[in-house]
């Protein structure tokens, strides 16, 4: 990313809250069933209790992980027009001269595989570029470049 606060579409905005509000209900049902300071059973029931625990601990962070991202959000605004942002519909045309259309997005559970996320390389490398722009970028396999063909919505309100 930029390295500031990340504009967030307002379609990537209303996925992320969604995936909270899931994670909320979950960990409230895992918390649930938890036990309190006094367990009693073998030790099947420590190893599955031991699981919920784990399993609270991993839904706290990404509840926090969401809420920081969805707080950066509002501190950035919304992405500028004409411009790439988290968010944005791009097609790409790469150096051998394939042609593609990614959507810069969050990370995600289940990812598409049209989604180019914005911490990526490409993705970071995209981020506040206009059509006609040509962006070089580094990859695990070394540079490589694409020209900004055309941008689509920003997933903007209808």
């Given at each position: 990313?930029?390295?500031?606060?990340?504009?967030?579409?307002?379609?990537?905005?209303?996925?992320?809250?969604?995936?909270?509000?899931?994670?909320?209900?979950?960990?409230?049902?895992?918390?649930?069933?938890?036990?309190?300071?006094?367990?009693?059973?073998?030790?099947a029931d420590e190893a599955d209790e031991l699981q919920r625990a784990s399993d609270l601990a991993r839904l706290d962070g990404r509840i926090?992980?969401i809420e920081g991202r969805i707080q950066e959000a509002s501190v950035a605004g919304p992405p500028p027009a004409g411009t790439v942002g988290?968010?944005?519909?791009?097609?790409?045309?790469?150096?051998?001269?394939?042609?593609?259309?990614?959507?810069?997005?969050?990370?995600?559970?289940?990812?598409?595989?049209?989604?180019?996320?914005?911490?990526?390389?490409?993705?970071?490398?995209?981020?506040?570029?206009?059509?006609?722009?040509?962006?070089?970028?580094?990859?695990?396999?070394?540079?490589?470049?694409?020209?900004?063909?055309?941008?689509?919505?920003?997933?903007?309100?209808?």
């Amino acid at each position: 990313m930029t390295g500031g606060p990340e504009p967030i579409s307002a379609a990537d905005l209303r996925e992320l809250q969604q995936e909270l509000d899931e994670l909320r209900s979950d960990r409230g049902k895992v918390a649930a069933t938890l036990r309190g300071e006094d367990p009693v059973g073998d030790s099947a029931d420590e190893a599955d209790e031991l699981q919920r625990a784990s399993d609270l601990a991993r839904l706290d962070g990404r509840i926090a992980e969401i809420e920081g991202r969805i707080q950066e959000a509002s501190v950035a605004g919304p992405p500028p027009a004409g411009t790439v942002g988290v968010g944005s519909t791009v097609t790409v045309r790469f150096a051998e001269g394939a042609e593609t259309t990614v959507r810069i997005g969050e990370v995600v559970e289940d990812p598409d595989r049209s989604l180019v996320t914005a911490d990526s390389p490409l993705g970071r490398a995209l981020l506040g570029r206009r059509a006609g722009d040509t962006v070089n970028y580094e990859t695990p396999e070394g540079g490589a470049s694409v020209v900004v063909l055309s941008l689509g919505d920003q997933g903007a309100e209808p």
